[in-house]
């Protein structure tokens, strides 16, 4: 069976703060677009669990979250783990904040469904993801919607209107786990207005929802990372973006345009910064 896993972005991202179990509790707006890996899976007689991909220093074993994700479907669903192979072909880049992990894991969740004729609900599904990582519910379900708790609470809002998003991800990484550990310490220069991103959205209004996206990740960011993120951001405002912000822990940072012609020059001129850029659309 072939599936597409979509990347997302986060339209907001605000940390409201540490739980006692380790985790942050979020309030974050999330985004599908049309930049996606596609996974093909298929049974095997060998008993093995077995993952291959396009890029060499991925893990092929129990490692990588697609591979877990099938751990966590056979065990929720109460059976014994079976011989599987899952090939993906990655587009979506890697530590980039835009849950391309987290979207496979919820591509093969929602797979083995199918393929095992379960007929569980996408809630359902989403429920076994939970306990793959704090992005995969989001990944399962897809679309517009608000992601609050550890990122697993989540509710629909009305679809971003249609628009073209360029992105680029610097050649550098970033850790998640290390940023979420520092940004207890950092003093929040700023928080995103989820709400009215939210009557913005409500509303049908794209340059509303633009010009209020933010993302306090931004902040912890070590210094030239924050301001090679800088530079990427008001670069597509100067090319007419109507907002930019940055997705997830970052590194990549987007902006948003309602001109399909604007996007493409934005996406030429962001060659100078390297990394991998792409224009692409929203997805509902
Ligand atoms: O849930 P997931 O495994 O994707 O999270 C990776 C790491 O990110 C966690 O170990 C934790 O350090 C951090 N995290 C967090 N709060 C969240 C989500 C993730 O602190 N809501």
Redesign the pocket.
Same mark, same amino acid.
């Given at each position: 069976m072939e599936v597409q896993a979509r990347a997302k972005l986060n339209l907001t991202l605000d940390v409201l703060g540490r739980r006692p179990d #380790?985790?942050?509790d979020?309030r974050m707006i999330m985004q599908s677009i049309e930049l996606a890996d596609i996974l093909s899976l298929s049974y095997n007689d060998t008993g093995e669990l077995r993952v291959r991909t396009n890029l060499h220093f991925l893990p092929n074993n129990e490692k990588n979250l697609a591979a877990q994700a099938a751990l966590r479907w056979w065990e929720a669903r109460g059976e014994s783990p079976r011989g599987l192979d899952i090939a993906i072909e990655k587009r979506i880049p890697v530590c980039a904040g835009m849950a391309g992990g987290s979207s496979d894991a919820a591509a093969v969740l929602r797979a083995m469904n199918r393929m095992e004729e379960a007929g569980l609900s996408p809630e359902a599904v989403a429920e076994i993801g939970e306990r793959v #990582?704090?992005?995969v519910p989001y990944c399962v379900i897809g679309g517009t919607a608000l992601a609050e708790g550890? #990122?697993e609470v989540l509710t629909a809002l009305p679809p971003l209107p249609r628009c073209w998003v360029v992105l680029c991800k610097p050649e550098f990484s970033i850790s998640?786990?290390a940023l979420?550990a520092k940004i207890d310490s950092v003093r929040l220069r700023c928080r995103p207005d989820t709400q009215g991103v939210i009557a913005a959205l409500e509303a049908g209004d794209l340059a509303g929802v633009a010009r209020r996206m933010y993302n306090v990740f931004e902040d912890a960011l070590p210094d030239r990372q924050r301001a090679r993120v800088n530079d990427i951001k008001n670069t597509l405002i100067q090319c007419g973006a109507l907002g930019a912000s940055m997705s997830g822990t970052g590194p990549t940072a987007f902006g948003l345009f309602d001109d399909e012609a604007l996007a493409q020059e934005a996406q030429e001129r962001l060659t100078e910064f390297g990394g991998e850029i792409f224009c692409v659309q929203t997805q509902q």
């Open positions: #380790g985790y942050h979020m #990582g704090s992005d550890r #990122g998640t786990p979420f």
